[in-house]
């Protein structure tokens, strides 16, 4: 991800608003059995300020029937959506006392256990095959109330499991276990899959590329997501570049 990326109320349009809110994001580092095994590298201030403000109005300032279990995907690779989604689910868990748990349900092309640089042999596509309870796939990370469910080790049967009922058993699970839910889902134009978590979401986030993201590429899924009757919750505007330094941005 680049050191920038907005938050846009819909497809098109974008929004400067500044939180009065300052951001609490830490670097920290996953551990397993008390040892460190990796971390993540920490976001800039602006880019501190657009994951909170993204946390804040998807998840912590609606004033009914708030979303708990959020899938994002890009309308096409390469938008930056698994390491906005990973930012997310850290400054929620860094505002918020309940429990939150990163998902990656990209199958086809996992990452997060290997930004978080821990092994990914059992995970979400294990869980699809298994019948342990959920928490015993997902690690718990740093902070203390963040985990993650990896995409877990790779078979020919994953992607047919990833549209069966057993995924909808394990989302329920995953809600009854957990306060919070971020998905990492494949993208839009390439794959259903995320369709098929939007179904089981309370609601989609989409990332979109800045010049490169085409308007009628992002409104055509727009109005696929509403026609499969899964709410479009907001837009994230990433890779965005500015013409005038960020201490000038900041005081537009």
Not at 51 to 59: D, E, I, N, P
Not at 154 to 168: D, G
Not at 170 to 194: G, I, K, N, S, W
Request: charged fraction near 25%.
């Amino acid at each position: 991800m680049s050191k920038n990326f907005e938050l846009m109320h819909s497809v098109g349009v974008e929004t400067r608003a500044k939180s009065s809110v300052r951001p609490r994001l830490q670097v920290w580092s996953a551990e397993t059995n008390g040892k460190k095994t990796g971390h993540l590298l920490p976001l800039d201030d602006l880019a501190q300020e657009e994951s909170l403000k993204l946390v804040q109005r998807v998840f912590m300032l609606q004033t009914q029937g708030a979303p708990r279990v959020v899938v994002f995907a890009g309308i096409a690779r390469g938008n930056g959506c698994s390491r906005i989604c990973s930012a997310a689910a850290r400054t929620l868990a860094n505002n918020e006392t309940g429990f939150v748990c990163l998902v990656d349900a990209n199958l086809r092309s996992p990452s997060l256990a290997e930004s978080f640089r821990i092994p990914n042999h059992h995970g979400l596509s294990d869980s699809l095959r298994e019948e342990k309870p959920i928490r015993t796939f997902a690690r718990q990370l740093g902070p203390e109330n963040l985990w993650l469910i990896s995409s877990g080790s790779s078979s020919s049967e994953s992607l047919s499991l990833l549209n069966s009922n057993r995924v909808k058993a394990r989302f329920e699970e995953m809600r009854a276990e957990f306060d919070y839910v971020l998905v990492d889902a494949p993208p839009l134009t390439h794959y259903a899959d995320a369709i098929t978590l939007g179904r089981l979401s309370d609601g989609l986030v989409l990332i979109l590329e800045a010049n490169a993201t085409r308007r009628e590429a992002a409104l055509a899924v727009t109005d696929n997501l509403r026609a499969s009757q899964i709410r479009v919750l907001g837009a994230v505007l990433n890779k965005r570049t500015f013409p005038i330094p960020d201490l000038l941005y900041r005081r537009v």
